[in-house]
C-alpha cells in the first residue's frame, strides 16, 4: 500500500502537500483569537510558524494594522486558507 | 525535510527572525500586550532579549453608567527584557510597519 | 487552582554539560546559559499572573526555572501575601518577563551566540 501516490491530481492531496502548495500565494491566517491575517505566504515551518508579507491585521473584521513583513508563531494557528480576493491577485 | 541548501534567503520563518537581529522590533503578546524594542537574541521557542523596550498594554474596561467601552493604554519603558517565547503571538520588523 | 510558585528550599536538577554534550545541544542552550551567567545579579521576574518578584538570581535550570533570594514583590500594596517571602522557586512556565541589569547585558556575544544557535537549531 505504499505505490501509489497521485500528485497530478489536485484532489488527493494531504496536508502537507497543501501547506507546500501555497507559497507565494495569498492567504488568510485565522488564530485562536479570532484575529486574522490577510497577506502574501512566504513560507512555513513543521510548528505552522508562519512567516507573510504585506499582511494585514483584522479584528472582528476591522482592518486594525499592517506589517510589511510578519512572523506568526505556530501555536497561535487555527487556519491558513487561501484567499483569492487580496491584494494583486486577479483570477 | 530535505531542507539544508541556500542559508542566506528566508525559507523558513525563523529566517524573518533573524535577519531581524540587532534591528528594532515589534512583537505582539498575548494578553494584549505590545513591545518595540531591538532584537539582541532570539531562540526557536521566540525567547528574546530586547533592548530599549517600549511595552504598550491595552485594556478594556465597562463604563459603569454607560457602559460603553473604555480603552486604555499603559506605557513602559525597561532597558533590557527577557521575553518568554511561549506569550509570542506575532512578531514584525517595525521599520516596514505602516 | 494553586498559583504555580512554589515558595521554600527546592533542589534544582541542574545539569552540568560537559564540552562534548554541549556541543550537540548547544543549540537549546543560549537562554539557559545567559541566565547562568546572570547568577547572582539581581532581576526583576514578571509572572503571568501580574505578579513582579525582585531578588538576586540563585539558579536556573534547561527548562528556565528560576530560584531568587532576598525577594520581594515590586508591586507590596497588590501583593501583602509576597511579604514574608524571602526566597522562592519559579516555574519557568510562568515567567512572562525577566528585567535584566544593563551591566548583565553583552550585546555583542549575545549576538553572537544567537547566530550560532541560528546556525545549530
Known amino acids: 500500500m505504499s505505490g501509489t501516490v497521485e500528485k497530478s491530481s489536485s484532489a488527493t492531496k494531504t496536508p502537507a502537500d497543501f501547506l507546500k502548495s501555497i507559497r507565494g500565494r495569498p492567504v488568510v491566517v485565522k488564530l485562536n483569537s479570532g484575529v486574522d491575517y490577510r497577506g502574501i505566504l512566504a513560507c512555513l515551518d513543521g510548528y505552522m510558524n508562519i512567516a507573510m508579507e504585506q499582511t494585514e491585521e483584522y479584528v472582528n473584521g476591522q482592518l486594525k494594522n499592517k506589517y510589511g513583513d510578519a512572523f506568526i508563531r505556530g501555536n497561535n494557528v487555527l487556519y491558513i486558507s487561501t484567499s483569492k480576493r487580496t491584494l494583486a491577485e486577479g483570477a | ?98 | ?121
Open chain 2, 1 to 98: 525535510m530535505g531542507s539544508t541548501e541556500e542559508e542566506s534567503a528566508v525559507k523558513e520563518p525563523l529566517d524573518l527572525i533573524r535577519l531581524s537581529l540587532d534591528e528594532r522590533i515589534y512583537v505582539k503578546l498575548r494578553h494584549d500586550r505590545e513591545l518595540r524594542g531591538k532584537l539582541h537574541a532570539y531562540d526557536q521557542h521566540l525567547n528574546m532579549i530586547l533592548g530599549d523596550v517600549e511595552e504598550i498594554v491595552t485594556t478594556v474596561e465597562i463604563d459603569d453608567e454607560t457602559y460603553e467601552e473604555i480603552v486604555r493604554t499603559t506605557r513602559r519603558t525597561v532597558p533590557f527584557l527577557f521575553v518568554r517565547g511561549d506569550g509570542v503571538i506575532l512578531v514584525s520588523p517595525p521599520l516596514r510597519t505602516a
Open chain 3, 1 to 121: 487552582m494553586a498559583p504555580p510558585l512554589f515558595v521554600g528550599d527546592v533542589t534544582l536538577p541542574l545539569q552540568f554539560l560537559d564540552r562534548k554534550q554541549s556541543r550537540t545541544q548547544s543549540h537549546a542552550m543560549l537562554f539557559f546559559s545567559y541566565f547562568k551567567d546572570l547568577v547572582g545579579r539581581e532581576v526583576t521576574v514578571e509572572l503571568k499572573n501580574d505578579l513582579a518578584i525582585r531578588g538576586t538570581l540563585i539558579s536556573v535550570d534547561q527548562y528556565l526555572n528560576i530560584k531568587l533570594e532576598n525577594t520581594r514583590a515590586v508591586d507590596q500594596d497588590n501583593f501583602p501575601h509576597m511579604l514574608s517571602v524571602r526566597n522562592c522557586f519559579i516555574r519557568g512556565s510562568v515567567v512572562r518577563y525577566v528585567q535584566l541589569p544593563p551591566e548583565g547585558v553583552d550585546v555583542d556575544l549575545l549576538h553572537d551566540a544567537t547566530r550560532r544557535e541560528a546556525r545549530g537549531g
